[in-house]
């Protein structure tokens, strides 16, 4: 079973919005991480928050982590075309260092 | 980039076959982890390697094996092809194997199993 689920399954945004997506998981983490994936491709690194921390930012990203609902956003803010990806969130349950990814949000962001 | 980098890039085998995948790590990096990931689905972990021994693997059958090499580059067999094998396989390297370092992924090879 999915340890971390993405929702929704598929965005499709203008260029300029802001695109959020949300990951739910099941057990304690130690840290969550977001990826995206270019059409099959290699995951790009995105951001590590951990469970200790509830929001962290990098250019455009800003992620947010609520352990009490076990439950985590990703939010692009002035979408581009170029940001039209999958993207995962990847947690590790528990003690356990190997991460868990979800089925993915699959975001299209029309110029 | 990432500096992983995986060959081949695309390989067709028939059932029953074996195929080798080959993975380069990082520069710096001990830690290579493999992933499979089916069409429309998120990458499902293999299993890791850490400093040449293997450290941990997911819900995979033996017939899915590894090596990791002393200069930390890394190989996933898979025996016995079956169709449900086909998929992109994922590499990642990591500066260490406890699940607090970034994994930085290659491009991956996608397999398919006629």
């Known amino acids: 079973s999915q340890q971390g689920e993405e929702d929704p399954q598929a965005l499709s945004i203008q260029e300029g919005e802001n695109a959020t997506m949300n990951c739910s998981y099941k057990?304690?983490?130690?840290?969550l991480q977001w990826y995206r994936q270019n059409s099959g491709r290699g995951l790009v690194h995105l951001i590590l928050?951990?469970?200790?921390?509830r929001e962290k930012h990098s250019g455009r990203l800003r992620v947010t982590l609520d352990t009490s609902k076990k439950s985590s956003s990703l939010l692009i803010t002035a979408s581009r075309a170029a940001d039209t990806a999958s993207y995962f969130c990847?947690?590790?349950?528990?003690?356990?260092?190997?991460?868990?990814f979800g089925r993915g949000t699959s975001l299209i962001v029309h110029p | 980039e990432t500096g992983v980098t995986q060959s081949p890039t695309h390989l067709i085998k028939t059932r029953g076959q074996q195929v080798t995948l080959r993975c380069s790590s990082q520069?710096?990096?001990?830690?290579v982890s493999w992933y499979q990931q089916a069409l429309g689905q998120g990458p499902q972990f293999i299993f890791q390697?850490?400093?040449?021994?293997?450290?941990g693997r997911g819900n995979f059958p033996p017939r899915f094996s590894g090596l990791q090499f002393p200069n930390y580059s890394s190989e996933l067999n898979v025996n016995a092809l079956e169709l449900d094998d086909s998929a992109l396989y994922l590499c990642?390297?990591?500066?260490?194997?406890?699940?607090?370092?970034?994994?930085?992924f290659g491009p991956g090879t996608r397999l398919l199993v006629l």
């Open positions: 990642a390297s990591s500066l260490n194997g406890d699940g607090k370092e970034t994994q930085y």
């Open positions: 057990t304690s983490i130690n840290n």
């Open positions: 928050i951990r469970s200790n921390e």
């Open positions: 990847a947690t590790d349950a528990g003690g356990s260092y190997i991460p868990t």
């Open positions: 520069s710096g990096h001990n830690t």
């Open positions: 390697y850490y400093r040449e021994e293997e450290n």
